[in-house]
């Protein structure tokens, strides 16, 4: 099961569900849902129902469906906002998933440390405090869904338009990908949006410095399952410094770097993702 993250939708997961569909490369099952507030799937207009346990039951549910009550995954593959729910996935229903791959989305324990004290990651993680704006959606919106795309192709951490990205075009975002994102986003916003209204964890500003007294209990940041983290060094948003520490919260880890990828490492380096979660895959 394969979980993408914002400003994204099921469809960037395509290249992945149909290599590891192959008989010659596993045969799964393969299953890449719209998660709660993209594109098709349901959208609740309250933030409250963005919250984490919600959307795990989501997970949840869907896994039921797919594989039968109390069955597991054979591995959950996520990326971003995926990767966060994978996370909370994982601690709180272990036998659920044989095994885990997160690609560039951090765990809770390195996250919340570094929202409290890692000056170059609450920078980095800035961008959050606009995404939980009221009007958020309609400055994304603006001018053709201008400051998305101008996200996707330099990763502008900020997201406000601040930074001039018009010759950092990414070779992955073609004419075609372009249209297929903009048809993603015309269907709505604020669903992706309320992910981040409705969780605690972002950097501290003036008006909300709640993150300062977050403590989350150890029980909440441990992870059993055999789990492999691919980290794009060049993600301007998320930092490599977020890899720090994971061993003490995963004992059976593997962590890969790679270089020369930014967030978007899927569309970028799929083969090179694919290698990796590949050679980490135990047979089913």
Sequence with gaps: MFLHGFPEAAFVWDDLLEHFARPENGGYRCVAPNLRGYEHSSAPTEVQAYRAKFLVQDILA???????????????????????LAWNLANQHPARL?????????????FVRAMQSHPA??????????LV???????????????LLGFLRGHDDSLDGSHDLATQAS?????????????????????????????????????????LD????????????????????????????LTEGLEQHIPDLKRVDIDGATHWVVHE?????IAEISAFLKPQ
């Design 62 to 84: 869907l896994i039921d469906a797919q594989c039968g009550a109390d069955q597991a995954l054979a591995a959950l593959v996520a990326h971003d906002w995926g990767g966060a």
């Design 98 to 110: 044989r095994q885990l791959v997160v690609i560039n989305s951090p765990h809770p324990g390195p």
């Design 121 to 130: 990651q609450q920078a980095a993680s800035a961008y959050m405090n606009f």
């Design 133 to 147: 704006q009221p009007d958020a959606a309609a400055q994304l919106s603006a001018n053709g869904f201008a400051r």
């Design 171 to 211: 070779v992955w975002l073609t004419p075609e990908m372009a249209d297929r994102y903009r048809a993603v986003w015309s269907l709505g916003l604020q669903g992706g949006l309320n992910y981040y209204r409705a969780s605690p964890l972002r950097p501290p500003s003036a008006q909300d410095r709640s993150i």
């Design 214 to 241: 977050v403590s989350l209990p150890p029980e909440m940041l441990h992870i059993t399952v055999p789990t492999l983290v691919l980290w794009a060094q060049d993600d301007i948003a998320l930092l490599p410094c």
């Design 269 to 273: 380096q799929p083969e090179r993702v």
